[in-house]
């Protein structure tokens, strides 16, 4: 089993141990410690760290396994250190805070079900790598959300449609609402702290209670500093109070980033001091002056809360078209549609549902003695795999598993490889699969071409 050093000065992190891929050896062993820094691996006893998620300047994210659940239940663990020399009052002060911001978290996510749960926070004292010294580390452990950020999503697929955004908006801003109410300020709203479960509900991560807790510690003037460059509006960059517009202005430059595809810089006009971005983007007019005044530059002018942003958007999607005169897209209602498919994930699909299509043939023929029977049967199944992931029934995936199973059953019933050697079906499944792909891109072309002039 590799288990993942969180010591951040670490020369090589990580680590494995044959012995812990025994279950019985894992959940009895007390303790492991890095092979390179002498680390304590098992944190508390309890979690066994496996990979690094991410890394910034106020410490790490790693994947991990808490080995006191019947399941080896998967979670967040994030760490961090006081960025600097503290002093010891200071470091008390970082401790205290972050006790009590760890009780805040746990209390939103207990309640919320869009917040991420906080299963546990400690602190882990150390030696240091240099001799005499300690270190103190602190930790916070939470749920896992098995998914992907909208970040990752927009570099995957491009920018969303209108009505994706719209639905973002409408899935966060009751998160946003809540946690408001319960007097906190969320200060880092982008899209990659807004995680997608493969289940599709969207959750809101990264409250920054390490920033918090670091800015504290030492002392600095002003706001929390808690911001990423592009979302935080003037008030959180001059380093003023913050309120929930605030928030409210970095999730409207997020649905820009989703609408568009394009950086923060690139849509903000730096020598007018404001957002130059309606002629990047297609969405009726009244979500788009919705966005701009969550975009205004003084926070009075904003929506004073999530909820009023909510009673707009409804208002605007939902009103009915005049009698007098057929729908405009300003005035048809915003309705969940299956998210575009990419070239790339089309390719593949057409791909994979050909090379399937050429197994059941192969298989039914060996069946049937027919290739009339054969043909139809396995054309009316494909038909059926390509409805299905146009309706997002299945995926990609979803057929790479069908394809495996179709390829072991063929290859351990030599009653259905039609008196073929292993490598003719292999290649009259490839040659079905590239002709998958070649049709599907000129219908593509085609369909683009006609399109175009019509």
């Known amino acids: 089993m590799k288990v993942y050093c969180t010591r951040s000065s670490c020369p090589r992190p990580q680590n494995h141990f044959a012995d812990l891929d025994d279950s019985a050896t894992l959940k009895t062993?007390?303790?492991?410690?890095?092979?390179?820094?002498?680390?304590?691996?098992?944190l508390v006893g309890r979690y066994l760290p496996l990979r690094l998620l991410g890394k910034g300047g106020f410490g790490a994210a790693f994947l991990a396994r808490d080995r006191y659940t019947p399941g080896m239940r998967r979670c967040v663990v994030?760490?961090?250190?006081?960025?600097?020399?503290?002093?010891?009052?200071?470091?008390?002060?970082?401790?205290?805070?972050?006790?009590?911001?760890?009780?805040?978290?746990?209390?939103?996510?207990?309640?919320?079900?869009?917040?991420p749960d906080l299963y546990a926070?400690?602190?882990?004292?150390?030696?240091?790598?240099?001799?005499?010294?300690?270190?103190?580390?602190?930790?916070?452990?939470?749920?896992?959300?098995d998914g992907k950020n909208l970040e990752e999503e927009l570099e995957e697929k491009g920018k969303f449609s209108p009505n994706e955004v719209v639905e973002v908006l409408q899935a966060i801003l009751p998160v946003l609402q809540f946690v408001?109410?319960?007097?906190?300020?969320?200060?880092?709203?982008?899209?990659?702290?807004?995680?997608?479960?493969?289940?599709?509900?969207?959750?809101?991560?990264?409250?920054?209670?390490?920033?918090?807790?670091?800015?504290?510690?030492?002392?600095?003037k002003g706001s929390t500093g808690i911001y990423s460059q592009g979302y935080a509006p003037p008030e959180q960059m001059?380093?003023?109070?913050?309120?929930?517009?605030?928030?409210?202005?970095?999730?409207?430059?997020?649905?820009?980033?989703?609408?568009?595809?394009?950086?923060t810089v690139e849509l903000f006009d730096v020598y007018n001091n404001r957002w130059h971005w309606r002629t990047h983007a297609d969405i009726a007019p009244a979500i788009a002056d919705i966005l701009d005044r969550m975009l205004s530059i003084t926070p009075n002018?904003?929506?004073?809360?999530?909820?009023?942003?909510?009673?707009?958007?409804a208002a605007a999607t939902t009103a009915p078209p005049p009698v007098t005169s057929p729908p405009t897209p300003a005035t048809v209602p915003y309705f969940h549609q299956p998210a575009a498919f990419s070239l790339l994930e089309l390719l593949a699909g057409a791909g994979l549902s050909g090379f399937a299509g050429g197994l059941l043939a192969i298989a039914l023929y060996s069946l049937v003695q027919s290739s009339a029977i054969a043909l139809g049967v396995a054309g009316l199944i494909l038909g059926m795999l390509i409805i299905a992931q146009t309706r997002r029934w299945l995926d990609a995936k979803d057929i790479l598993i069908l394809v495996g199973i179709l390829l072991a059953i063929i290859l351990f019933v030599p009653a259905l490889q039609s008196g073929l050697t292993i490598h003719n079906i292999l290649f009259l499944a490839l040659v079905a699969g590239a002709a998958a792909i070649a049709?599907?891109?000129?219908?593509?072309?085609?369909?683009?071409?006609?399109?175009?002039?019509?």
């Open 301 to 313: 002018q904003r929506f004073h809360s999530a909820q009023e942003v909510l009673t707009a958007i």
């Open 78 to 115: 994030k760490q961090f250190q006081p960025a600097g020399y503290l002093t010891p009052t200071q470091l008390q002060i970082a401790q205290q805070l972050f006790e009590r911001e760890a009780a805040v978290l746990e209390e939103l996510g207990s309640q919320n079900d869009q917040i």
């Open 29 to 42: 062993i007390q303790q492991k410690y890095c092979t390179a820094c002498g680390m304590p691996l098992i």
């Open 238 to 263: 001059s380093g003023g109070d913050v309120y929930p517009s605030t928030d409210l202005y970095a999730l409207a430059v997020t649905a820009l980033v989703l609408l568009t595809g394009k950086k």
């Open 180 to 220: 408001h109410e319960h007097g906190s300020i969320h200060r880092d709203i982008k899209p990659s702290n807004i995680m997608r479960h493969r289940n599709g509900r969207l959750y809101l991560l990264d409250f920054g209670a390490v920033k918090q807790v670091t800015t504290a510690a030492t002392q600095t």
């Open 121 to 145: 926070f400690f602190e882990l004292t150390v030696q240091s790598l240099q001799p005499g010294g300690q270190d103190k580390f602190f930790y916070l452990v939470q749920e896992y959300i």
């Open 439 to 454: 049709l599907t891109a000129l219908f593509r072309l085609v369909y683009k071409l006609l399109a175009s002039i019509f």
